[in-house]
């Protein structure tokens, strides 16, 4: 058991170790590829296994188990596989076309699998101070990958984000202490190291002052992680400026450790505190966030901007389902973290293959992508109505679960204003995407460079294999988006309700 | 967890040490000039270093005797040190005026937030038993405080110097709790902030040559 | 007549006898450390005694506060005197006159007067250094009424003897940061009220820094005396404040034993030697500070009183 955890963390170290080692684009990307398929198979093991057996829990309580774990890092370690396999393409036709150095695309594949892994590891583990390290460092980590192509606004969103991160987390981590403070009145054996499952089993023992204050402060602090407003300032730059696929981990797969975090802390404050405070905290910076993301959904700019915007608004969701509670509300937020993480891999990783082609971020340099390229345009459109929350995909799902769970836990009138927020969002966002989408196509030219007019439409992926790798993630995401808005299937349903049970 | 009483010579030292962190933290709001700024975070790693040796002495912890040495030896010299080699000699920077409020202005906020820090952290909002209780809202009040001159300097190792602040005022409240952060979260939270500001310092290394200057005003690129 | 009122007399008359002899070691002092030889340290007392020989000139658009203030301020330190610790650590028969806030009313009084004083007879200097003095004063009191409150914190009330108690009876107190905190920021209005460097030149007439020497500039001859007189008397009292309540709070005799009073002189003047050690190494250390920075300068000492008076919320002094 403990040997899965393992390697399920350490998987993707795998395209790291090649990288390190001097291979080339395609081949570290490959590999890594490999590792993440690791990583997947090992969590789709440890979840069919933990399902009807207690929490595991090992080496002096920094590796601990439970449904919640292992639904989370499913859901990493899909998103990593699908981000790693879209590597290859974007990689490999990057280096082909010379915009990154070989230095370059080295220190993107160790980072990228050091990210992933540490990623996995801090939903594996089961004490609070480690969980904090180990964020912090994925942080670290990912701030490499943002500020890679060191162009000047590279390097600003790599500042803020490494900055406004940092200073977050460590917010996060005075949380925590007062966490600890509020527990200071148990008395502890010396090796117990006041773990999550310690913790949580002796919460009506917590002193509640001190525990609502550690509450708002990991509210905040993992908040700015999460990208709940107002600490999101942060995110578009960051998720912009990175490369695609590096986008696609940030916005699916970190996005979602943050909020695991805040999981933990809402569990043991609803155990001792009830649901009032939880959940006006998590109302308050829930609706906020997806009010501000709406605001700037309707600027027309850079696309991977309004695709950050988007996870922001999603993380609002997020955080007001999980305000909502009770079984509804708590099966949302999970079903809604698992294909909102699929959505936006699945988009960022077309943007990435339009960026490629078209050599621009702009939305409006970006017409006629479903004539010139039908997999990346087709991608798009669909997944903009899947991550808008249209049927027949997931996410139409979830936010009906998360709006039902409102109108159980407190009436219509904030429901209502999810909906109307939501329809907003549809009309911003689908504007800009439809109009990437449809119109006419650039003309291929390949004599002139120059970006006069409309940028030229180039063929990046040279192999055959690269081209595939780029549509595989995109078409995969799609098809499980379709799945799980079409049947859940029972494993997962009993996987979730177990997850909620938890908190 | 045991405690430490306020009269007993350790805890007040603690106390003392807590205080002058306090005072060293609004000097580091209140200087105009680059060098004092980084001396000022240097010596206030000093006393932490210092304030974490008198800890290690009371508990009888040898973890934390590592720790105030690896204290004092990064963070009171390490880090002081190479930022003044890195403003000084490459970026000939000698005096930081650039603040996004005026000094009074940003002093007063900061005894503001210090107000407000003793407010939330009552020590009756602290149970009986924590290790001198009075060290706690210090070093909440260092963490706002640390924050503040994050947000009010606007050049980029500025800031950097300001989350180091923040660090220490999180390192002084985690001493309280020796007994139950074990030495691998310690040392990973050390760690964490060796590789932070490595990456950090290389990123304003990058803006220097980009933006030939390292001020945060001129990261203005991206908006919206 | 009683032993306390002959002591009280003793006080006031050991305050008024050695001000000048503490204004001569000072200035003698800061010249050895700039290696001049400096005046005899008796020349104080020489300067008064030619000053009350002298005849005094008053101009004729002065009106009568120019001619009593002298009188005023120089009452306002006697009264001073008597209130404050200074050779004995119980209360003498006219202690009740006022305590700490109410000796700094009466040390506000003295300083109002000579303001006027200087307005009075349309100087520019005089109505330079009245603005100014107003100005610093206006930032000083704030400081200086925060430092009360970490004595009243320390000790429970804001009278000084009990204060002088407080802290000699349990050496925690001493090393209270509350506590540490008040004596900085109240050496740091000591330095501010007398006029030192980092604030003004003591003595000088340059007229770039003539804050206490522009308002008595048009005094002469008896008055000048006075003034002269009562400015070395506050920096006598401030000192011996400092001293007695904040520092070293041993060594004081008792209002019922004249020779633990006569001892106590000697000890007194030996612990405003070490006051005016500290005076003088900031003196020749420090450049006086640009005027506008003297707000910088007070606003640091008032942000100590505020840290020291919410610290004590916190240690539970």
């Known amino acids: 058991m403990i040997a899965l955890m393992i390697a399920a963390a350490v998987g993707p170290l795998t395209g790291s170790v090649a990288a390190g080692c001097g291979a080339r684009a395609r081949q570290a990307g490959w590999s890594g590829a490999a590792g993440a398929m690791i990583s997947v198979a090992c969590s789709i093991w440890l979840l069919a ?455 | 967890m045991q405690s430490l009483s306020a009269t007993s010579a350790a805890g007040v030292l603690l106390d003392l040490s807590g205080v002058l962190i306090l005072l060293l933290a609004f000097a580091c709001l209140g200087s105009k000039l680059f060098n004092r700024y980084v001396a000022y975070y240097g010596a206030q790693s000093v006393v932490l270093a210092f304030a974490a040796g008198v800890a290690a002495q009371a508990f009888h912890s040898a973890e934390l005797w590592i720790l105030a040495v690896a204290t004092l030896a990064i963070k009171g010299i390490g880090i002081p040190l190479s930022a003044r080699r890195l403003l000084v000699q490459r970026l000939d920077l000698k005096r930081d005026a650039a603040l996004s409020t005026g000094l009074s202005t940003s002093l007063i906020a900061g005894g503001a937030l210090t107000a407000f820090a003793y407010l939330v952290t009552r020590p009756q909002l602290l149970p009986h038993g924590v290790v001198a209780a009075a060290v706690v809202p210090l070093s909440t009040a260092v963490i706002l405080l640390g924050g503040l001159a994050m947000v009010v300097r606007r050049h980029t190792v500025a800031q950097l110097i300001g989350w180091l602040i923040v660090e220490n005022g999180v390192f002084l409240g985690a001493i309280t709790l020796v007994a139950t952060f074990p030495f691998i979260v310690e040392a990973g939270i050390f760690l964490d902030i060796v590789a932070g500001v490595l990456i950090m310092l290389v990123f304003v290394s990058g803006l220097t040559r980009q933006l030939a200057s390292a001020s945060a005003s001129e990261l203005k690129e991206l908006q919206g | 007549m009683s032993l306390p009122v002959l002591i009280q007399i003793l006080q006031s008359l050991t305050v008024a006898g050695f001000a000048p002899l503490y204004a001569g070691v000072l200035s003698r002092a800061e010249a050895v450390v700039a290696s001049r030889r400096g005046p005899s340290v008796l020349q104080p007392y020489r300067d008064l005694a030619k000053l009350l020989r002298k005849g005094s000139v008053i101009s004729d658009q002065a009106s009568w506060i120019f001619r009593i203030t002298p009188f005023v301020t120089f009452a306002c330190y006697l009264t001073v005197s008597v209130i404050v610790p200074v050779i004995t650590n119980t209360p003498l028969p006219l202690a009740f006159l006022a305590d700490l806030i109410g000796g700094a009313f009466v040390l506000g009084l003295a300083g109002f007067m000579t303001s006027l004083a200087g307005l009075d007879t349309a100087s520019p200097a005089g109505g330079l250094g009245a603005s100014r003095a107003s100005w610093i004063g206006s930032m000083a009191e704030p400081a200086l009424i925060l430092v009360f409150f970490t004595v009243g914190a320390v000790s429970a009330s804001d009278n000084p003897y009990l204060m002088n108690h407080a802290i000699a009876s349990s050496p925690y107190a001493l090393v209270l940061p509350t506590h540490l905190l008040g004596l900085l920021a109240f050496f740091m209005i000591v330095l501010v009220e007398n006029g030192r460097i980092p604030i003004d030149t003591p003595g000088g007439s340059t007229e770039i820094s003539m804050i206490e020497e522009g308002r008595v500039l048009e005094y002469s001859g008896r008055e000048y005396a006075l003034m002269k007189w009562g400015s070395w008397m506050k920096l006598f009292l401030l000192s011996s404040i400092f001293m007695n309540v904040f520092v070293i709070p041993w060594g004081l005799g008792t209002s019922a034993d004249l020779p633990s009073a006569l001892l106590a002189i000697p000890v007194l003047l030996g612990k405003l030697a070490v006051c005016g050690l500290a005076i003088i190494v900031i003196d020749t250390s420090f450049a006086k500070l640009r005027f506008f920075r003297i707000a910088e300068f007070l606003g640091a000492g008032f942000l100590l009183a505020l840290v020291g008076v919410a610290t004590s919320y916190v240690i539970g002094a």
């Open chain 1, 49 to 503: 296994a933990e399902l009807h057996r207690p929490p595991v829990s090992g080496w002096g309580g920094y590796l601990y188990l439970d449904s919640l774990s292992c639904f989370f890092l499913f859901t990493v370690a899909a998103v990593t596989l699908l981000a790693a396999v879209g590597s290859v393409a974007y990689l490999a036709a990057e280096e082909d076309i010379g915009r990154l150095s070989a230095f370059q695309v080295r220190l993107y594949f160790i980072f990228f699998g050091l990210f992933a892994a540490l990623m996995l590891a801090a939903l594996e583990t089961g004490n609070l101070g480690l969980l904090f390290v180990l964020i912090e460092a994925s942080t670290l980590a990912s701030a490499a990958l943002v500020g890679l192509e060191a162009r000047s606004s590279s390097l600003e969103a790599a500042w803020k984000y490494v900055i406004i991160s940092s200073f977050g987390v460590t917010i996060a981590l005075a949380g925590t202490l007062f966490l600890f403070y509020s527990a200071s009145g148990l008395h502890l054996a010396p090796d117990l190291r006041l773990t999550w499952p310690y913790l949580f089993g002796h919460a009506p023992a917590l002193a509640p002052e001190s525990l609502r204050l550690a509450f708002l402060l990991a509210v905040v602090g993992y908040g700015t992680k999460v990208g709940l407003a107002p600490m999101h300032t942060w995110l578009p730059d960051a998720h912009a400026e990175a490369p695609s696929p590096a986008s696609a981990m940030l916005s699916a797969a970190l996005l979602n450790t943050g909020m695991y975090a805040i999981m933990r802390f809402l569990a043991i404050t609803r155990a001792r505190l009830g649901d009032g405070f939880p959940r006006a905290v998590l109302l308050t910076f829930g609706f906020l966030s997806i009010v501000i993301a709406v605001l700037f959904m309707i600027r027309r700019g850079n696309f991977k901007r309004l695709f950050a915007y988007s996870s922001v608004e999603h993380m609002g969701i997020i955080a007001v389902a999980l305000g909502f509670g009770g079984v509804l509300g708590l099966y949302g937020a999970l079903l809604q973290t698992l294909n909102h993480a699929i959505a936006k891999a699945v988009l960022f990783l077309t943007s990435g293959d339009v960026a490629v082609r078209y050599q621009t971020r702009e939305a409006a340099g970006v017409t006629g992508l479903l004539t010139a390229v039908p997999v990346a345009g087709g991608a798009l459109l669909l997944g903009s109505f899947a991550v808008l929350g249209s049927p027949p995909f997931g996410l139409f799902l979830s936010e009906l679960t998360i709006v039902r769970a409102g109108f159980a836990a407190s009436g219509a009138t904030l429901p209502l204003l999810l909906l109307a927020l939501l329809a907003i969002a549809f009309i911003a966002f689908a504007r800009t995407t439809t109009g990437m989408v449809t119109g006419s196509a650039p003309v291929a030219t390949t004599a002139t460079a120059t970006v006069a007019g409309g940028p030229p439409l180039s063929a990046p992926y040279r192999g055959r294999w690269t081209g595939v790798a780029a549509a595989t993630p995109l078409v995969v995401g799609l098809v499980a988006l379709l799945i799980l808005g079409l049947w859940i299937p029972a494993v997962l349903d009993a996987v979730i309700r177990h997850s909620a049970a938890v908190l």
